[in-house]
């Protein structure tokens, strides 16, 4: 079950900066960290301080990004390269702020719900995984007569810290579900998933990550202010 809590933005101003700041995470991090030219356009991604939290952004003019597969893949490329180093909190695509100000009295107003999520993310990962009967499996059945996303859940629970169930959008789709790990608990899980491959032929498995926690907790700017979601 997920719950948020939405944090005022107030009516801010721009204070005649030309540069916004676009928004791709939070972490814990009291230092000014540069990370490259690693950008949607190549920009230099770089830390904003708050106190002892940190916005991860880059400067840009655009107000808005379009939302398309290559500035996805950028966005998320972005986060796989800060959270190989750092817990993450991971921002929507699309944050851009009108300029560094406003961005600090968000993170200001956001602070102490940000340092209560930050335990929940703090050295995990998510990974997804998706199981698809074959065209000409029997039936949805396994041997021993129980659904298959109970018996391929419960190895895969025992490895993870937590998990979240997304819709089943297909009919030959039985098992749609995103898992917490811990980092050095990853090798253990795939291990599992590679195991269950050979154990269940008739189904195709579709794993994927690790990625930032989208589905566990994220920051999602609108115009009451910030939205913090968690998964429970």
């Known amino acids: 079950m997920a719950k948020s809590e939405i944090l005022g933005a107030g009516e801010f101003k721009d204070r005649g900066t030309k540069t916004r700041k676009y928004l791709y995470a939070i972490i814990p991090c009291a230092k000014g960290k540069g990370f490259g030219d690693i950008g949607i356009e190549g920009e230099n991604v770089y830390t904003l301080i708050f106190r002892d939290i940190a916005a991860i952004v880059s400067d840009t003019l655009e107000a808005e990004y379009e939302l398309t597969e290559q500035n996805a893949r950028k966005h998320d490329a972005v986060l796989r390269q800060i959270m190989s180093d750092h817990t993450v909190i991971p921002v929507e695509f699309g944050t851009v702020f009108q300029n560094d100000v406003i961005l600090k009295q968000l993170l200001s107003r956001a602070y102490h719900p940000i340092k209560r999520c930050l335990p929940l993310v703090d050295n995990v990962v998510e990974v997804g995984l998706k199981a698809v009967t074959m065209k000409d499996s029997p039936n949805l059945e396994g041997e021993l007569g129980k659904p298959y996303p109970e018996e391929i859940l419960r190895p895969l629970k025992e490895r993870a810290v937590r998990s979240t169930s997304g819709e089943i959008f297909s009919d030959r789709l039985v098992l749609n579900e995103s898992f917490l790990v811990k980092r050095d608990g990853l090798s253990s899980f795939s ?14 498995f579709l794993y994927s990550g690790p990625w930032a ?10 115009r009451q202010g910030i939205e913090i979601k968690k998964s429970e």
Request: aromatic share 12%.
């Open 213 to 222: 926690p989208y589905n566990f907790v994220h920051i999602r700017i609108g």
């Open 191 to 204: 291990e599992e998933v590679a195991r269950l491959e050979e154990e269940y032929p008739t189904l195709r």
